[in-house]
Every structure is written in structure tokens, then in C-alpha cells.
């Protein structure tokens, strides 16, 4: 007699009790070999979703060596977890549909934890439907405080290039502005706060160009200071 055909149907309610069996163990003191169980069982699951869909696969989202992230790296850390995984996304071709089922498997530890308390809270499909910029900001509130939101909005709106490292203003304004959305968004608030940080003969010449995005006005930027240089 052959084996039933297991149906979509049969993975969901699997992960549905997997889900519910690990925030048990969690709620009693984390259980990692429970915990990399379901994790596997996540990974399984998306890899059979994908396999009659076009589009990345979650073996090439894989391949580009997305990094982990469990929840003790702090603001910056949060930060470089982004901006990594956005890259991978780039470089994989991965569908905005995909895009919070397949972070969500690069999540361990305290991290993981959270992740499946709020999955069992919405419902799995829910859950996997959530966007990634919704899924970047729910992690952006559970992981940065609010001391330490305001301390970052508040470096944001009065940082300043010193002398000519613009690498080291460029790299802490996008730090910044990803942590502090609210902050540079639309582009042109973006653009504004971008440009008023320059020194004031860099910062003319960058206004007078009028860039649309923030990126044109980075590029002025470099180009001016290696004049200057």
C-alpha cells in the first residue's frame, strides 16, 4: 500500500504544533535541540513551498551565507543584521513575499524565542505574511528600547562630518536613518538631514545639485571631497 501524499494542509498544522510545543518549552527554560527542531522544521517547510514557485529558492537565499541574529547584538548589531540580510535579497532575487519567511529562519536564541511567541500569537500564515519592513519594525521596537531610540533620533538629527572621513559620516548616517525611519522619511526629509551634516562648502555645492535621492547626494558628496583632498 503506498504512503498518503502529504498535502499543504498536513505542513501547516506540523508547524502549527511544532510552534506550539517549542513556546511551551521556552515558557519552562529554553530547549535548544526542541528549538533547532523547529527551526529545521521551518526550513523544510519553506523549501517545499518553494519548489513550484518561481523565484529564489531557499537553498540560493542560503547560499549567500545570511547571517544570524539572537538578540543580544544591540542597536548596532540590529542594524548590520539588516543591512546584510537586505544584500542577500538583492543577490538572491528574493520575492518580497519571501522575504520575512526566509529572515525568520535566521533567527536563534532569544531571538528565535520571540519570533515564535508572536507567530503563535497571530497564526503561523498570518505571521509568514507579515512584510519585512512591518517584520523590521516590530524587531526594532522589541530590541531597541526607548532610551535608546530617542539617544539614536537625537544623534541622527545633530550629526555632523568631522574633517574629511566621509566613509565614517556615511556609514553612521545609514546606521542611523535605518534605525530611525521616522526620522528620514520621505527621501527628501532624507536628503535634507543627509546634507545639512556636510561641511558648509561641501554642503552648497550638494544643494545646489538638487539630488532626487539621498544616494545621488552621497555621490556629490565623495566627488567634492576628493577634490578637496
Known amino acids: 500500500m503506498s504512503p498518503k501524499p502529504?498535502?499543504?494542509?498536513?505542513v501547516r498544522r506540523w508547524i502549527t504544533e511544532g510552534i506550539t510545543e517549542v513556546v511551551a518549552e521556552l515558557c519552562n527554560g529554553t530547549n535548544i535541540n526542541t528549538v533547532n527542531?523547529?527551526?529545521?522544521?521551518?526550513?523544510?517547510?519553506?523549501?517545499?513551498?518553494?519548489?513550484?514557485?518561481?523565484?529564489?529558492m531557499y537553498k540560493t537565499f542560503l547560499s549567500c551565507e545570511p547571517h544570524l541574529f539572537n538578540g543580544t547584538e544591540g542597536p548596532v548589531g540590529l542594524?548590520?543584521?539588516?543591512?546584510?540580510?537586505?544584500?542577500?535579497?538583492?543577490?538572491?532575487?528574493?520575492?518580497?513575499?519571501?522575504?520575512?519567511?526566509?529572515?525568520?529562519?535566521?533567527?536563534?536564541?532569544?531571538?528565535?524565542?520571540?519570533?515564535?511567541?508572536?507567530?503563535?500569537?497571530?497564526g503561523i500564515d498570518q505571521a509568514f505574511e507579515t512584510s519585512w519592513e512591518d517584520l523590521k519594525q516590530r524587531m526594532i521596537e522589541e530590541y531597541c528600547p526607548y532610551n535608546e531610540t530617542v539617544k539614536m533620533e537625537r544623534e541622527c538629527q545633530n550629526l555632523n562630518l568631522v574633517g574629511t572621513d566621509l566613509a565614517k559620516y556615511n556609514k553612521r548616517f545609514c546606521e542611523l536613518?535605518?534605525?530611525?525611519?521616522?526620522?528620514?522619511?520621505?527621501?527628501?526629509?532624507?536628503?535634507?538631514?543627509?546634507?545639512?551634516g556636510l561641511t558648509e562648502n561641501i554642503q552648497s555645492a550638494v544643494t545646489t545639485s538638487k539630488p532626487r535621492t539621498v544616494q545621488e547626494a552621497v555621490v556629490?558628496?565623495?566627488?567634492?571631497?576628493?577634490?578637496?583632498?
Open 79 to 122: 542594524t548590520h543584521w539588516f543591512e546584510q540580510l537586505e544584500s542577500v535579497f538583492r543577490i538572491s532575487d528574493c520575492r518580497d513575499a519571501d522575504r520575512t519567511k526566509f529572515a525568520s529562519c535566521k533567527l536563534s536564541y532569544g531571538a528565535l524565542t520571540w519570533c515564535y511567541t508572536y507567530a503563535n500569537s497571530v
Open 6 to 10: 502529504v498535502t499543504q494542509a498536513d
Open 37 to 56: 527542531t523547529a527551526n529545521q522544521w521551518n526550513h523544510d517547510t519553506i523549501n517545499a513551498q518553494n519548489n513550484n514557485q518561481v523565484g529564489c
Open 220 to 229: 556629490m558628496a565623495r566627488e567634492l571631497m576628493d577634490q578637496v583632498k
Open 177 to 196: 536613518a535605518l534605525m530611525c525611519p521616522s526620522m528620514v522619511t520621505p527621501e527628501r526629509r532624507k536628503i535634507t538631514l543627509y546634507v545639512k
